[in-house]
């Protein structure tokens, strides 16, 4: 191998037999490329994008029901549920508050990319919409990789995963704008110190908000809602 030009050579040939690609180095150039044409054509429509991620279990869809609640009183919302399979999560969030969402199945991918999301917007009716919410694939590696389109990152991080989880999925710490710390109300019960979790947040992104909620009780709710508005008022004054 040629530790330079990345070309593998046949012993005693002197001339390069197979030359190895950095297929996912590609990958990913390609995808930020297509991510920020898609953030340009949202910002030409005055449409926000957020992208939701978390871990299963984490209580996702009730906090982003709860969100919601409150967020559709002040602008128009559109959902896209991201899942392996099944539309459950689509239809709770439909049922639940009303406002249009849509199921995007990802035939076994573990996370979206760029090109995904733009195919779920293009089945997304966006007159009168200022925000769609991307509830991400349920899983703390991969969709932390890959760039959605979306202008802000959030994810949620509930109480009984542990406050150590920054440590130990770093990147998708720092690549979120927001962490939302759900399951407040049983903190008592595990071994979780909040100040010790926002500490290992900051090491890995200073500028990261953070919010403790509990989705079940609706506390703390209020101020992450206010979050979303606010940066959707200055997307849209920029």
């Known amino acids: 191998m040629d530790l330079k030009t990345g070309d593998a050579f046949v012993e005693g040939s002197g001339d390069p037999a197979v030359r190895v690609i950095e297929i996912k180095k590609s990958v990913f150039a390609d995808n930020d490329i297509d991510a920020d044409n898609l953030r340009s054509e949202l910002k030409e429509k005055g449409v926000f994008l957020l992208n939701l991620m978390s871990a299963p279990g984490s209580g996702k869809t009730t906090t982003l029901i709860r969100t919601i609640d409150i967020l559709r009183q002040k602008i128009g919302v559109a959902v896209m549920e991201a899942d392996i399979d099944s539309d ?70 509930s109480v009984p995963e542990g406050d150590d989880k920054p440590l130990k999925y770093p990147l998708m710490f720092t690549v979120c704008d927001v962490v939302v710390i759900n399951k407040v109300d049983v903190m008592p019960y595990f071994d979780f110190d909040l100040e010790r979790c926002k500490e290992y947040i900051r090491m890995r992104n200073p500028r990261a908000k953070v919010f403790p909620v509990c989705a079940k009780t609706g506390e703390g709710i209020e101020a992450f809602a206010r979050w979303i508005l606010d940066e959707v008022d200055n997307w849209n004054k920029r």
């Open 88 to 157: 459950v999560d689509a239809r709770k969030i439909k049922e639940a508050t009303g406002v249009q969402s849509i199921q995007l199945h990802t035939g076994g991918m573990c996370h979206l990319d760029a090109g995904m999301t733009r195919q779920g917007l293009d089945n997304v009716d966006l007159d009168g919409i200022s925000l769609v919410v991307l509830e991400n694939v349920g899983n703390l590696v991969c969709p932390a990789e890959f760039d959605t389109g979306a202008v802000r990152n959030a994810m949620i991080l």
